[in-house]
């Protein structure tokens, strides 16, 4: 179980990141700092422990405030492990010269993790809960 403003602080800083690379879309070095933020959620995904921006709450934020009510945070994971594979794919595609569809990709996890940090309300994590809640033998 994890703090729920661990948890939005998290998603809000990633977004925060992608947002300024999608102000930043006609620096070269965008699409690599999509790539080193990518990084870093994805080892966040694989282990929370991992993650640069959850340690940071931990020891700078969380002494600050009261500690928040607890959540599961396996679909949370679970959906960044997916949104830094499509951000990825964004910033390939930017790389490949198709900025377009590239910077759009990059915009659709912004978007997600805004939506789930500020109102907890993303789409592609109530996807994802509802297909491993599922039944197999259906």
């Known amino acids: 179980m994890t703090d729920r403003g661990e948890r939005r602080f998290h998603q809000l800083a990633v977004a925060g990141g992608f947002g300024l690379t999608l102000i930043m879309a006609w620096i070269e ?5 999509v790539t080193l933020i990518v990084l870093v959620v994805a080892a966040g995904s694989i282990s929370p422990g991992w993650s640069l921006t959850r340690r940071f709450h931990r020891y700078f934020v969380a002494p600050l405030q009261p500690e928040g009510p607890a959540e ?5 994971l679970r959906a960044d492990a997916l949104l830094s594979v499509i951000a ?10 198709v900025p377009p569809l590239g910077w759009a990709l990059v915009g659709l996890a912004t978007l997600n993790l805004l939506m789930d940090g500020l ?16 039944d197999p033998a259906e």
């Not at 599961?72 to 949370?76: L, M, R």
Request: aromatic share 12%; proline share 8%.
């Open 119 to 134: 109102a907890d309300a993303a789409p592609l994590r109530r996807l994802l809960d509802r297909a491993s809640r599922q």
């Open 88 to 97: 990825f794919a964004g910033a390939v595609f930017v790389v490949a010269g």
């Open 72 to 76: 599961d945070p396996t679909s949370f």
């Open 29 to 33: 070095a965008a699409p690599w700092l």
